[in-house]
């Protein structure tokens, strides 16, 4: 996830370290904060991967400062990444939040369709946070008011974004 966010910003326009982390915090912080000690050998792997690279600026008022682009390759591996999420991009919120936030640098339309059709899948899969025995509770079957209020949120959220789904893919499709 942390590798995608790196390459989705920076496909955008180059970038330095401290900006980069401002806005992968912003997209994906509440939920995974990121710090220096997981982005910095991320943009390094990357980096050695030929994916992005590295130049020197000067600084405003302080030291030389960092600046990462994608090189042709990063552009293509992010494409890649994009079109070929693995099922925890589609099946986790956050990763897909950030697989979401980067989609529209796949040009084909069916290719986008494509992946949204993965989520969609996944959605209409009745599931639940809750069992009795292999059978999934929902709601209002449950005494507790603190349980069916995570069945009620997860109801209400699954139902805009399926919403969203199908009117994005009709668009898509169009």
Known sequence: MLELAILGFLY???????ELRKRISALTGHVRPVAES??????????????????????AVAAPRHVLSLTDEGRIELRRRLTEPDER?????NRWFTVL???????DAP???A???????????PASFFYDGDRALRAEELD???????????RATS???LRWLRATLESLDG
């Open 89 to 93: 991009d589609i099946t986790d919120e």
């Open 101 to 107: 936030a980067f989609l529209r640098h796949l040009d």
């Open 159 to 161: 139902r805009a974004e």
């Open 38 to 59: 997981t982005l910095y050998p991320a943009i390094k792997r990357l980096e050695k991967a030929g994916l992005l690279v590295r130049a020197t600026e000067p600084g």
């Open 12 to 18: 955008d326009t180059p970038l330095h370290g401290y």
């Open 144 to 154: 507790d008011p603190f349980r069916r209020g995570v069945l009620t949120i997860a």
């Open 111 to 113: 290719a986008q369709a």
């Open 115 to 125: 992946v949204l059709r993965r989520r969609l899948a996944f959605l209409e899969e």
